[in-house]
């Protein structure tokens, strides 16, 4: 039996260690449980979490808050072995960043959109219908928010950068404005959603904002939490909501993904 090494990860890790389990590969796990003390030496596939490290140093363990140093598990790889991460690479190693392919990331941007709205049902006093939305970024994400928000009746502008989107967005049916001209206007949006993982939106333009709930779907922010505290607007910030608020359907992606990587390479 093919052996697989799971490190780290939160629910949706477990997912993917039953599945695989289900699918005949014997499975090791590291930092998933408390006390598990699997190896990688002999395996044929090493899976990383989603997001692998948020530090760049260690293996992303909320489950377990073990500090496992990606140094030391790359030291113990060979270039013969399949190695699975989330938006990091391994050098020199038969690495594949999974994070990146379309295949994932796209179904991984349905929970996501199902989260940012849920938080903005939760956060408001109003209905989402006939609410005024700007989704900033037409991207992975971008694209299926918008079309959930859109659907539930909302009226939905969607700022892009690409000509090709903003065709798209026109033949859609949306109203679009460009990405780059955004601290230029009024903000005149009832809500806010990034997906756009540099600051597209200036303290400046906060402060002239109308909306009420900005939400941050990005890693690194497109958008100043506190100047929007400041300009009295209310601001989450909500990476990572696959899973949060589906961590069963995540996982599920996510094996998926992980299991035809594997019986590709095999």
Request: with cysteine; charged share 20%.
């Amino acid at each position: 039996m093919k052996k697989i090494t799971v490190i780290g990860g939160d629910d949706r890790l477990k997912v993917v260690e039953r599945e695989l389990t289900a699918s005949n590969y014997a499975v090791d796990t590291i930092g998933l449980y408390e006390n598990d003390c699997g190896s990688v030496e002999d395996s044929i596939a090493v899976v990383f979490p989603v997001p692998t490290t948020k530090d760049k140093k260690t293996v992303y363990t909320p489950l377990t808050h073990r500090r496992i140093l990606l140094s030391d598990i790359a030291d113990r790889l060979s270039r013969n072995q399949l190695v699975l991460c989330c938006n990091y690479r391994f050098e020199n190693l038969n690495c594949i960043d999974y994070g990146a392919l379309d295949s994932y990331s796209l179904l991984n941007a349905v929970p996501t959109a199902e989260g940012a709205i849920k938080l903005a049902i939760e956060n408001t006093p109003y209905t989402l219908w006939q609410s005024r939305v700007l989704v900033v970024g037409y991207g992975r994400v971008g694209k299926i928010l918008a079309d959930r928000l859109k659907a539930m009746g909302c009226k939905v502008t969607v700022s892009a950068r690409k000509p090709a989107d903003f065709a798209l967005l026109d033949a859609l049916g949306f109203n679009s404005v460009n990405t780059g001209n955004l601290n230029f206007g009024n903000l005149d949006y009832d809500i806010i959603f990034n997906t756009v993982d540099v600051k597209v939106i200036s303290d400046t333009a906060l402060k002239g904002s109308g909306s009420s709930l900005l939400i941050d779907l990005s890693s690194k922010g497109g958008f100043s939490i506190d100047a929007a505290t400041d300009a009295g607007i209310k601001a989450i910030k909500a990476p990572g909501l696959p899973g949060i608020v589906a961590p069963q359907t995540a996982g599920n992606i996510l094996s998926k993904t992980i299991t035809e990587l594997i019986n590709s390479y095999n």
